[in-house]
């Protein structure tokens, strides 16, 4: 199937520790993203990078920290986990930055 | 930067009703507005788009209409039933170098047997 896809689904960790979250797109897009959507379901962007390359890098803390090792692959890590982190994360894709974007399934992170 | 409004946060419809949700945006760059419907556990599914260069857009039951002079858009979905059931969210994007899509609040649609 042609899609993004994220893993893993669930992700449930204690506060401190450092964690990673993985998406693939195998739509030969360009550009990829990291949304954040909060309890409230409200989603906003964190990253985004085009060829490899950071694009979009809204007001994150540094513990977050995207890393692209190719066009189809952007990892998300988190280091020293706090509460608040608790979230639903979405990646997502696009054919350029100014195209259509595509999301993945989202990972379910909780924090204890 | 972009501020996306979206009303209202819940709506109940009879099946086979209309629902209608509106968004307004404050920055007059925005040139694309997509909405995006999100089933329950499942991630953000793009339902239809629309350019700063038309007016309306269909594409069978679903609708998007955009007034730009007022900066608001609105979805409308004709005949619904109760697989539309579901979060829907506008956004807006300014169409710069990078599209930053600015997401609204979402609206709860639930479509009564």
């Known amino acids: 199937d042609t899609a993004v896809s994220q893993t893993p689904k669930y992700l449930v960790t204690q506060m401190g520790n450092d964690k990673s979250i993985k998406c693939e797109q195998n739509?030969?897009?360009?550009?990829m993203y990291w949304y954040k959507q909060d309890s409230k379901k409200f989603l906003k962007i964190m990253f985004s990078?085009?060829?490899?390359?950071?694009?979009i890098n809204e007001t994150v803390p540094n513990r977050f920290s995207p890393k692209s090792p190719d066009k189809a692959h952007l990892n998300l890590h988190i280091n020293s986990l706090e509460l608040g982190d608790s979230a639903v994360y979405f990646c997502a894709s696009s054919p350029g930055p100014t195209d259509t974007q595509y999301f993945g399934p989202g990972t379910r992170l909780t924090v204890l | 930067g972009e501020n996306v409004e979206q009303h209202p946060s819940t709506l109940s419809v009879q099946e086979g009703d209309s629902a209608v949700i509106k968004c307004t945006y404050s920055d007059s760059a925005s040139n694309y507005f997509p909405w995006y419907k999100q089933e329950l556990g499942k991630g953000p599914q793009l339902i239809i788009d629309?350019?700063?260069?038309?007016g309306e857009k269909k594409d069978q039951r679903i609708a998007v209409t955009l007034n730009k002079t007022a900066k608001h858009f609105s979805l409308h979905i004709t005949e619904t039933q109760p697989e539309d059931s579901a979060v829907y969210f506008c956004?807006?994007?300014?169409?710069?170098?990078?599209?930053?899509?600015?997401f609204g609040s979402g609206t709860q649609l639930t479509v009564l047997p």
């Open positions: 739509l030969g897009h360009d550009t």
């Open positions: 990078y085009n060829n490899k390359e950071l694009i």
């Open positions: 956004a807006a994007s300014d169409g710069g170098s990078a599209r930053q899509l600015t």
């Open positions: 629309i350019r700063s260069n038309v």
